[in-house]
């Protein structure tokens, strides 16, 4: 999935992650790592779909992604998730991050932009580790 060049204002979906990247974070240019954003929409993703599925779950795919803007040491990272489809055994979760830069924001407003967007999807598992039907849904798209 290719994110659109038009922003919207508001992001998708409820906040189910907030976090802070540190010095350690970033890539060899300064910037934060993008597998450091991947891992935190993946846990971000994971806490909605134990809350659909009620059970374990591991992130059997992942949509493509493009990074809009770069992330800073110090940025507060959101992640926003909502459900695209609940199938058989697995559960697509729809996650957008984005960036408030407290930091590098004028003293009066702050600025919030999206970062990057993708499609995760997690399969309900039993306590073997095998895939499941998902029987509880406590939430529907
Ligand atoms: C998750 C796992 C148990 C699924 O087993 P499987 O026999 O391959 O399962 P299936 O091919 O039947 O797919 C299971 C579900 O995932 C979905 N799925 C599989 N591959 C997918 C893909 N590339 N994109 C989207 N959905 C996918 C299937 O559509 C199916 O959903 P449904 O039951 O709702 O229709 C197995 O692939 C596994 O253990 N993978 C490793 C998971 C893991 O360790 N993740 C952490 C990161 S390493």
């Keep these: 999935m290719t994110t659109t060049s038009s922003q919207p204002n508001e992001p998708a979906g409820e906040l189910l992650l907030r976090t802070m990247?540190?010095?350690?974070?970033?890539s060899f240019n300064g910037d934060i790592f993008g597998g450091w954003i991947m891992s935190q929409m993946d846990?971000?993703?994971?806490?909605?779909?134990k809350e659909v599925?009620?059970?374990?779950t591991a992130t059997v795919a992942v949509e493509s992604m493009q990074f809009i803007k770069p992330v800073k040491v110090g940025d507060v990272v959101c992640c926003y998730g909502r459900v695209l489809r609940i199938g058989t055994t697995s559960v697509t979760i729809m996650l957008e991050v984005w960036v408030r830069p407290i930091l590098h924001s004028s003293a009066d407003r702050f600025t919030t932009f999206k970062v990057t967007e993708a499609a995760f999807t997690y399969v309900s598992l039993d306590e073997q580790g095998n895939k499941q039907p998902i029987?509880?849904?406590?939430?529907?798209p």
């Design 21 to 26: 990247p540190m010095p350690a974070d970033t």
């Design 53 to 56: 599925t009620r059970t374990r």
């Design 135 to 140: 029987t509880s849904t406590s939430r529907h």
């Design 43 to 49: 846990i971000a993703g994971s806490i909605l779909a």
